[in-house]
């Protein structure tokens, strides 16, 4: 089996406003969208950038098919690398998101932040700051549990 691509499919509860959102943050582009007559968003696309695409559409309940405001949060985490980390999280948080976590430096090589966008989803956004093996990576995260106790 060949896997071609993976594209994030977000059920939020205003896929228009979480549109304007994410291309306002994100700095992305909407280039496809599918409306019911009633107006609801079935579908939306954002191009991200590179090949990658976020797919939006509103809540269907009728299918089961929830935002994570309506289930109250989400377990997943959308990381996103950026050129930096520091100015899309500022973006966020003056657009109405919640910020987790400041942009900091991380063990892993990364400078990053963390916030939930106003429609219940999580985004880890980051940019490199060094370049690292997997065993340093190892040796760093070993070492900050083991400083940690």
């Not at 994100?26 to 590179?50: Q, Y």
């Not at 980051?126 to 997997?134: R, V």
Request: hydrophobic share 45%.
């Amino acid at each position: 089996m060949a896997i071609h691509e993976l594209f994030p499919y977000l059920c939020v509860h205003d896929a228009k406003a979480a549109i304007e959102f994410y291309c306002k943050v994100f700095e992305v582009k909407e280039i496809f969208r599918l409306t019911e007559p009633s107006g609801r968003i079935g579908h939306a696309e954002l191009d991200f950038h590179n090949g990658a695409i976020l797919m939006i559409s509103e809540e269907f309940a009728e299918f089961g098919i929830l935002s994570a405001k309506t289930l109250g949060n989400t377990s997943v985490s959308l990381h996103l690398h950026v050129d930096d980390a520091d100015a899309v999280v500022a973006r966020a948080v003056a657009a109405g998101a919640t910020l987790d976590m400041a942009p900091q430096d991380q063990f892993y090589g990364e400078r990053s932040g963390v916030f939930h966008d106003p429609f219940g989803h999580r985004w880890n956004v980051g940019h490199s700051i060094e370049k690292l093996t997997p065993e340093e990576m190892q040796r760093r995260y070993t070492a900050m549990f083991t400083d940690a106790g």
